[in-house]
């Protein structure tokens, strides 16, 4: 009796309930997990018996998103998550059945388990066109970064093309916002670098807040292709101050991995093994197995370049031969792992780190006996420029003497 009592004392009426979900939800979409986690925690000890069923369910999904941004357990998000998922069942509404869907499906993308995502996107992807828009929107924006990670060009361009609809047709400027930058993002991939300024401008002018964490990673990516690395990295720098001081642990990592991408770009390689390290442990403790591979592959391009500028002279010293033979074996293992997990392009990009370091060896190992890539008309411009450069090299080693790659 004592406990109902009490119940009721700290119980908030429905209104209430309403409103504190609002103040919630305002607060985690401006990048502010940690105050938003301590709302929905709030609001779910208070919640009446009485809530509509949408107040519980998102005040779920509130939990499990802001706590796996600021803890990385995965375990408790899904709990929680498979909560919402039964109240949604048992209300069978269909509008918040999506809803959790698409929390599922992100979930999944931030842990790098592209397979779960697509299988929770796809479960829900009939029921887009009568859910919430907002909802929609971020099944489609989230199911687009999806296919961007594997450079599933066309397919990405479809989806965020489909949200920027759905969100200027409810007035949503913010998802407008993300999907229109990510049309550049996806021109940038293309190799169409004054497409992708123009609609990065165009995302800026339909919501010209606050920038969004990978909206100003994706930004710097292009920045660094035009040439302004050094801005680049001191908007990186500003960017890893802010999402450490907001909590975000994923977004600082997958910062660090931008900004050793910076320090490659410029030569600086003891900061971009630094960088990719650091990003590596963090996604090893989140258990991001996808991601920690990105950061693998910049901390071996780092740990080559480190040797490639110092040239002949550090390639006489035995222990300068060792790492050449290691950095050689690690980047065949992870081409491997990556093929064995889709990810051709990645994997392509980690074979040819495997050639240059065979290349750099005075005397490369019998088993570094790799051929160049060919070049796709679809492959980023990145991946594109790799392989030429590659390719020169080896022709080059040829006219010394026949070298082999």
């Not at 406990?3 to 607060?27: C, F, H, I, K």
């Not at 498979?82 to 999944?108: C, E, N, P, T, W």
């Not at 031969?321 to 994997?347: N, W």
Request: charged residues 25%; proline residues 3%.
């Amino acid at each position: 009796m004592g406990s109902t009592a009490t119940r009721s004392a700290r119980a908030l009426d429905v209104d209430a309930a309403e409103r504190a979900l609002r103040n919630a939800r305002s607060v985690s979409n401006d990048g502010r997990p940690r105050q938003a986690h301590a709302l929905y925690a709030r609001l779910r000890e208070r919640l009446p018996a009485d809530a509509a069923p949408h107040v519980a369910v998102r005040t779920l999904l509130g939990l499990a998103t802001t706590g796996y941004e600021l803890d990385g357990d995965a375990d408790r998000a899904m709990a929680l998550l498979d909560d919402a998922r039964s109240r949604a069942d048992a209300a069978a509404d269909g509008r918040l059945q999506v809803a959790v869907g698409g929390q599922i499906g992100l979930l999944h993308l931030r842990r790098g388990r592209t397979d779960d995502a697509i299988a929770a996107f796809d479960r829900i992807s009939h029921g887009l066109d009568g859910a919430d828009p907002h909802d929609s929107g971020a099944v489609l924006i989230n199911r687009g970064v999806l296919w961007l990670d594997q450079l599933s060009l066309r397919r990405a361009r479809s989806d965020f093309a489909h949200c920027s609809e759905v969100a200027a047709g409810s007035g949503d400027l913010v998802l407008e916002s993300m999907a229109r930058h990510n049309l550049g993002y996806v021109e940038f991939l293309a190799g169409d670098l004054p497409q992708a300024l123009a609609d990065m401008a165009a995302s800026a002018r339909v919501d010209p807040g606050a920038p969004r964490p990978t909206g100003m990673l994706d930004e710097t990516r292009v920045m660094v292709e035009a040439g302004l690395s050094s801005d680049a990295e001191a908007r990186l720098a500003a960017a890893q101050e802010v999402f450490g001081t907001q909590g975000l642990v994923h977004d600082v990592a997958e910062t660090e991995c931008a900004r050793a991408e910076v320090a490659i770009t410029e030569r600086r390689w003891a900061d971009a093994r630094r960088l990719s390290r650091s990003a590596r442990r963090a996604f090893a403790r989140r258990g991001n197995g996808r991601w920690g591979q990105n950061a693998h592959l910049l901390e071996l391009r780092a740990r080559l370049g480190t040797i490639d500028d110092a040239g002949a002279p550090l390639t006489a010293h035995r222990a300068a031969r060792t790492e050449l033979v290691r950095i050689g074996r690690d980047a065949v293992e992870l081409a491997a792992s990556l093929s064995a997990a889709g990810r051709r392009d990645a994997a392509r990009t980690a074979l040819l780190v495997a050639i240059e370091a065979g290349l750099a060896h005075p005397h490369p190992p019998a088993t570094g006996v790799y051929e160049v890539p060919s070049i796709r008309s679809t492959d980023p411009l990145g991946l594109r420029l790799h392989v030429r450069r590659v390719r020169a090299r080896q022709a080059w080693a040829r006219r010394r003497g026949g070298r082999r790659a």
